[in-house]
């Protein structure tokens, strides 16, 4: 059955047509039987077609109400959602205790809104595998010192292992997007550290790159943390937040905890 409807520019739609390319990409997945499977604005169809046949629990979430109407008519027996991801309760998704392994094209204006969703629900996630803009895909997996290293990777790394799988071509898509994608494939880890401290850090990295440019003690004295001395945190607080490991960041927050009653968090 071909459906007729057009991408559109509001949901950031570009819909992958490419055989080789959605191999590639089921052979990352690699589904199995007794996976739930979240896939995040299926389109037209074309992963959705390869994955239910590789798993009996698929979840498909679409926004755009006329490609819901397709989907169903092409994939009767779908479990669809026709729903925004962001506004999706994932305690509500889990079937006999398993944890959600998410997947998709997603789109690239709300990639970050999508990603720390998937953060904060970490304990309920096994890994996830999307296809990003290369540009975003390079900041998910920067190393330390780098140019693309910040927010996204330090986050990342805490809560995950992520890495890069390949590069994919304006090409392969309709409408042909301006910009190269990439497949990245994220693991998460069992996080042992209390809920308040895993907020807690997210909070600390992202008051630290919010003046990238300033040194640590500039930076944190001009954000929420503003009343906390971290000058014995056991940090130098000279170096830059692109300068820290994951690690150097945990002593902060740490520290944080130590000194947090009586800071509004945000």
Not at 16 to 37: A, F, G, T
């Amino acid at each position: 059955m071909k459906i007729h409807n057009k991408p559109k520019k509001r949901f950031g739609q570009n819909f992958l047509q490419d055989e080789n390319i959605l191999n590639k990409i089921v052979r990352e997945i690699n589904p199995q039987p007794e996976d739930l499977i979240i896939e995040i604005g299926p389109g037209y169809g074309s992963l959705t077609q390869k994955l239910i046949s590789s798993t009996e629990n698929l979840i498909a979430i679409e926004i755009d109400n006329e490609l819901a109407v397709s989907l169903k008519e092409k994939f009767p027996y779908l479990e669809l959602l026709n729903e925004d991801f962001l506004e999706t309760d994932f305690s509500k998704l889990q079937k006999d205790g398993k944890k959600l392994r998410v997947v998709g094209n997603i789109p690239y204006n709300i990639t970050s809104p999508i990603l720390f969703k998937l953060i904060q629900n970490n304990k309920l996630m096994k890994d996830a595998v999307f296809m990003v803009q290369l540009e975003v895909a390079k900041r998910m997996t920067a190393d330390r010192g780098t140019k693309d290293y910040g927010i996204l990777a330090v986050v990342l790394k805490y809560f995950s292992e992520t890495k890069l799988c390949f590069k994919i071509s304006p090409n392969v898509f309709h409408p042909k997007p301006k910009v190269f994608s990439a497949l990245v494939h994220i693991n998460f880890k069992e996080i042992i550290y209390p809920e308040e401290e895993q907020k807690l850090f997210i909070q600390i990295v992202k008051a630290t790159f919010g003046n990238r440019r300033k040194i640590l003690k500039n930076s944190l004295s001009n954000s929420i943390f503003h009343e906390i001395d971290f000058s014995n945190s056991g940090i130098d607080l000279s170096l830059r937040a692109e300068n820290l490991s994951v690690d150097d960041f945990v002593i902060l927050t740490r520290h944080a905890i130590k000194f947090s009653s009586g800071i509004t968090r945000k």
